[in-house]
């Protein structure tokens, strides 16, 4: 299932929090806009995330849509037990969350809904503020590496 699905190319964003304790994150590649009236998004963080919950009891999270020169950044935020905030550079999202620096987008939200998944939990935010770099490429996910899109015919 993991080859066939493989296929798909997919973006890579990093879920971002404020805790009690200091800034939260970790890499998801299964995100999607849900809806736009009213403004909802969706993604899927593994049952097996030790992060997700800690973000879950802030409430409020930023997803970060990564740009393609933020391999090693996905790569971090991927890793457990590790100082992820380690030399990256980021703002406060109306939320507080942090915004990267450098992404292509963010989307700041609250959460809205958890559904049961499988080996992943499916949560729904509601949309309260967003911003996006135009001159940003998104870095995507397809087979197992990472790759970028073509810019756009003028």
């Known amino acids: 299932m993991r080859t066939v699905l493989g296929h798909f190319a997919s973006g890579v964003v990093v879920i971002t929090a404020s805790g009690p304790g200091g800034p ?8 999607s806009s849900l809806s736009l009236e009213p403004p909802l ?6 049952r097996s ?18 740009a393609a020169d ?7 935020f991927a890793r457990s037990g590790t100082d992820k ?10 939320s507080g969350a942090p915004i990267l620096d450098g992404v292509a987008a963010w989307i700041d939200c609250s959460l809205g809904h958890e559904y049961p998944g499988g080996d992943h939990t499916i949560v729904a935010g509601r949309v309260h503020d967003l911003g996006a770099d135009g001159t940003r ?18």
């Not at 939260?24 to 995100?31: E, I």
């Not at 933020?70 to 790569?75: C, G, I, K, V």
């Not at 905030?85 to 109306?94: D, T």
Request: proline fraction near 10%; include cysteine.
């Open 24 to 31: 939260l994150g970790f890499t998801c590649q299964s995100f």
């Open 41 to 46: 998004v969706t993604f899927c963080p593994a």
């Open 49 to 66: 995330s030790t992060t997700w919950p800690r973000i879950r009891e802030v409430g409020r999270f930023c997803v970060n849509v990564l």
């Open 70 to 76: 933020h391999a090693e950044l996905s790569t971090a």
């Open 85 to 94: 905030y380690a030399g990256v550079r980021w703002a406060p999202a109306p």
């Open 137 to 154: 490429l998104p870095l995507l996910f397809h087979r197992g590496a990472y790759g970028v899109t073509a810019p756009s015919p003028r």
